[in-house]
Nanobody, 117 residues
Framework: QVQLVESGGGLVQPGGSLRLSCAASGSIFNIYTMGWYRQAPGKQRELVAVITRGGTTNYADSVKDRFTISRDGAKNTVYLQMNSLKPEDTAVYYC???????????WGQGTQVTVSS
């Protein structure tokens, strides 16, 4: 099993910044990707950003040039730096990892990000 603990969410004004962290523990070997998803009320969960074990990154069009995903292998942690936040970024943000040859999905408990208008 992989356990994921997110932190860094909170309330921020439009144009502000937040940095989310997700620390992985447990069976952390053979992790292929780590990423962030978000879900706003009444909307589908959507991919925000993902980083592979090789360091390749991909972003949703809505967050490109504003968000940056990174990994710290020594700390088994993935980060999401969020700049120029907009009210539409308000959502619960979930950390995700894919592990093993089957790329089984593990999820964190979520952290609330609220961008006030």
């Amino acid at each position: 099993q992989v356990q994921l603990v997110e932190s860094g969410g909170g309330l921020v004004q439009p144009g502000g910044s937040l940095r989310l962290s997700c620390a992985a523990s447990g069976s952390i070997f053979n992790i292929y990707t780590m990423g962030w998803y978000r879900q706003a009320p009444g909307k589908q969960r959507e991919l925000v950003a993902v980083i592979t074990r090789g360091g390749t990154t991909n972003y949703a069009d809505s967050v490109k040039d504003r968000f940056t995903i990174s990994r710290d292998g020594a700390k088994n942690t993935v980060y999401l730096q969020m700049n120029s936040l907009k009210p539409e970024d308000t959502a619960v943000y979930y950390c995700n990892v894919q592990r093993g040859i089957s790329r089984y999905d593990y999820w964190g408990q979520g952290t609330q990000v609220t961008v006030s208008s």
